[in-house]
């Protein structure tokens, strides 16, 4: 039997949430944004109207008022979108306990178990939450049905707002494959133009593709983006309650200044490796792989990540494999305004091991004593706080490089 998969998608939530109380603003173009006065400054969320003027989410404040020079901008309030999203999955959890949140303001339901104690139909359940959210929340709703993940979120993104989009086995060739393939779940603007470069620009040109073909190009994600544009989604639906397995474990930060030199740089990637570092202590994991994403004042991103010798969770080697990497994508200088460290390929403690060199004596004595260090540098901060102890590279002499 087909599983019957729901995708809830909350249409503009930020600014919905925000014009609950700003009715006033509902046919005016408003949007959600950071410190307009600041360099983190971007827009957060928009209205319908403002959309129509084509502001875009992440985009720039100034990019936003130039293309919509009477936009309105209202400041975030995250606590009362947690407090929304409580409520939402709150509604959702009547009809099914396998509600899986995907950000704060999407879900997935699974209601194979449960939909013939509603009826049985299941554009009908979606309907009816459509219609609960708007009179109990005051939230428009758009919803995929279909008989997984991946194509119940195709559908809630096929038709909005406030819409019910079903994508069946008998309809979903035709609706799904004419798509661009950037909507499909997962395919970026890196993938999207490596595939564009083969021709491959909507999701039917990719279901017809050779596997191995994709694999070669993307590896083990080309293989998997394969199956989605074929159907062959077989990821299930988790409670919200069930622990998801921690995948990568990142820290970036916007500077308020650019950087442009390497003591600056390698100053702001131990600070990013200090917090990545700690976070894997907490969780009791150690990184295999590292990557590091590089962004300039234009907002164009560059990432590059390597496969570490052994895997690691000391600040000091980190910040050395995450510098070294950054030294690929950027040449000083170069301004650099964001940067992003992510510890990947995570192994439990139990796995981590060190490789033996043959050649030389082993460090894992040394090794050892250093994270009895920083396990130590864990205790002081949570008894005094974060500020109390940091690890030296994060604070290096104010003077400049002699040589950029």
């Keep these: 039997m087909d599983r019957v998969i729901l995708h809830c998608d909350l249409n503009c939530f930020y600014a919905s949430v925000e014009l609950l109380s700003h009715p006033d603003l509902r046919d005016?173009?408003?949007?959600?944004?950071?410190?307009?006065?600041?360099?983190?400054?971007?827009?957060?969320?928009?209205?319908?109207?403002?959309?129509r003027c084509g502001v875009q989410t992440a985009e720039t404040i100034w990019q936003a008022r130039k293309k919509c020079p009477g936009l309105v901008l209202l400041p975030p309030h995250h606590a009362l979108y947690r407090e929304y999203s409580r409520r939402v999955n709150a509604i959702y959890e009547q009809y099914t306990d396998l509600v899986e949140p995907f950000g704060i303001d999407e879900s997935w339901l699974d209601v194979t178990g449960s939909l013939h104690l509603f009826g049985g139909d299941a554009r009908a359940l979606a309907d009816t939450l459509r219609a609960r959210m708007k009179q109990e929340l005051g939230l428009t709703l758009s919803v995929g049905v279909s008989f997984n993940k991946v194509f119940a979120k195709l559908g809630s993104d096929y038709k909005k707002p406030d819409a019910t989009t079903v994508i069946s086995q008998e309809n979903w060739r035709e609706i799904v494959w004419p798509l661009p393939v950037g909507d499909l779940l997962y395919v970026g603007a890196a993938a999207r133009r490596l595939l564009h470069q083969y021709g491959v620009?909507?999701?039917?040109?990719?279901?017809?593709?050779?596997?191995?073909?994709?694999?070669?190009?993307?590896?083990?994600?080309?293989?998997?983006?394969?199956?989605?544009?074929?159907?062959?989604?077989?990821?299930?639906?988790?409670?919200?309650?069930?622990?998801?397995?921690?995948?990568?474990?990142?820290?970036g930060t916007t500077f308020s200044q650019n950087?442009?030199?390497?003591?600056?740089?390698?100053?702001?990637?131990?600070?990013?490796?200090?917090?990545?570092?700690?976070?894997?202590?907490?969780?009791?994991?150690?990184?295999?792989?590292?990557?590091?994403?590089?962004?300039?004042?234009?907002?164009?991103?560059?990432?590059?990540?390597?496969?570490?010798?052994?895997?690691?969770?000391?600040?000091?080697?980190?910040?050395?494999?995450?510098?070294?990497?950054?030294?690929?994508?950027?040449?000083p200088p170069a301004p650099i305004r964001a940067l992003t460290v992510t510890a990947i390929h995570l192994v439990g403690e139990e796995d981590a091991y060190e490789q033996v060199d043959l050649f030389g004596a082993s460090s894992g004595p040394k090794k050892e004593k250093q994270e009895r260090l920083e396990a130590a540098m864990d205790r002081i901060r949570g008894k005094y706080g974060t500020d109390a102890i940091t690890f030296g590279a994060a604070h290096p002499e104010k003077e400049e490089d002699p040589l950029p």
């Design 201 to 251: 620009d909507t999701i039917g040109q990719l279901a017809a593709c050779r596997p191995e073909m994709l694999e070669t190009l993307m590896g083990k994600m080309g293989v998997q983006l394969y199956e989605y544009a074929n159907g062959l989604d077989h990821d299930a639906v988790r409670s919200r309650y069930e622990a998801e397995p921690v995948k990568s474990v990142g820290n």
């Design 259 to 331: 950087l442009t030199t390497r003591t600056q740089v390698q100053s702001g990637i131990a600070v990013l490796a200090d917090s990545v570092a700690t976070r894997l202590r907490r969780c009791g994991l150690y990184a295999s792989g590292i990557q590091v994403t590089v962004r300039d004042p234009e907002f164009h991103d560059r990432s590059r990540q390597k496969q570490l010798t052994s895997p690691t969770r000391l600040i000091r080697e980190l910040t050395g494999e995450a510098m070294a990497l950054t030294e690929t994508l950027w040449h």
């Design 28 to 51: 005016i173009p408003t949007a959600v944004c950071g410190d307009p006065t600041s360099r983190h400054g971007i827009i957060l969320a928009k209205n319908e109207p403002a959309k």
